[in-house]
């Protein structure tokens, strides 16, 4: 396994930082010693030891933050909620925050007199569509679909930085921790709801969080990734064996399960593109490279999910 920052004292600015993932892996770098700026919408005071907030609105030609580009490593996060309803209006808000936030970022870099090393940027196995039974690696097309294009789009904003610096796009699977997807998934189970149809057998593809930080620290010491990267565990599971995983862990019991119709007319094309869609995503570039995955099993997964946030 590559070199990681612990200890290292390298600077890091993180947009996203306050949200779900980013909170958890700007913990993960101070607790090992780097120094952390937070690009943030709201004015922020830090009290704690190696860690900076600077204000920004996200926007291209918008507040100046070239300054915080003077770092070793860039991490971009940003991006607004998937979880409302598709209108037009609500399209338009998605693809605007992800490639506007990204562009602002490349263009700071542009003007930054010290250029970063590294540029991680997020990205989703949306890049990919609906695939079916297809097992799918980083060297797969985009498929077809909104968000398809939105993560073509956004990857295609931040790789205009790679003759800056090296480049990483994340695309991420389903996010296991304290938040997210699961946090919602959860609320369901409670009143005995799974969002998935009864006979439904499509791929889920997903990552523990802290396998997810891990492999952002992997990234920046290993010199030899470059481009997409799939950010998912080794074994994608089928919609039942997820929904079991959960409820192992928490005890829960669904007693409904949401027919496609009905999620189809809840939600329209979110609930066709993200609950029914199946996605049989591997990490076959994480692999190639060395890092080795803490949370394989779903099970396992979600046992230590349910006991760190019960």
């Not at 004292?9 to 949200?19: C, L, Q, R, S």
């Not at 892996?25 to 907030?53: C, F, M, P, W």
């Not at 996060?77 to 936030?101: A, F």
Request: glycine share 10%; with cysteine; aromatic share 6%.
């Amino acid at each position: 396994m590559a070199a990681t920052p612990r200890g290292e004292d390298i600077k890091i600015t993180v947009a996203g930082g306050t949200g779900f993932i980013g909170s958890k892996i700007v913990k993960k770098l101070l607790d090992s010693g780097n120094q952390v700026v937070v690009l943030t919408r709201k004015a922020r005071k830090s009290g704690i030891k190696n860690l900076e907030y600077l204000k920004w609105d996200a926007k291209p030609k918008g507040l100046d933050i070239s300054s915080a580009m003077d770092a070793d490593v860039v991490i971009n996060l940003g991006g607004g909620s998937l979880v409302k309803r598709w209108t037009k209006e609500e399209k338009k808000r998605i693809v605007e925050s992800r490639i506007d936030s990204t562009r602002a970022i490349v263009e700071a870099i542009a003007k930054s007199e010290r250029k970063p090393k590294l540029l991680i940027n997020a990205s989703a196995i949306g890049y990919y569509g609906d695939r079916g039974e297809k097992e799918i690696a980083e060297t797969e097309n985009a498929g077809k679909g909104f968000l398809a294009g939105v993560c073509k789009k956004w990857e295609r904003e931040a790789n205009k930085a790679g003759k800056q610096t090296r480049v990483c796009t994340l695309r991420t699977g389903t996010v296991l921790g304290d938040g997210g997807f699961l946090k919602m998934l959860r609320i369901m189970l409670s009143f005995g709801i799974s969002p998935y149809p009864s006979k439904s057998r499509q791929w889920i593809s997903w990552i523990h969080i802290d396998d997810l930080v891990e492999l952002m620290i992997f990234i920046i010491g290993d010199k030899r990734v470059n481009g997409a990267v799939n950010a998912v565990s080794p074994n994608p599971v089928r919609s039942g064996a997820f929904i079991r995983a959960v409820e192992k862990a928490t005890g829960s019991r669904h007693l409904i399960s949401m027919p496609a119709i009905v999620s189809k007319i809840a939600a329209g094309e979110l609930a066709e593109e993200i609950l029914l869609s199946s996605q049989r995503v591997v990490p076959e570039k994480a692999a190639r490279h060395g890092f080795g995955f803490s949370y394989g099993d779903i099970n396992r997964a979600m046992k230590d999910i349910a006991n760190s946030c019960p």
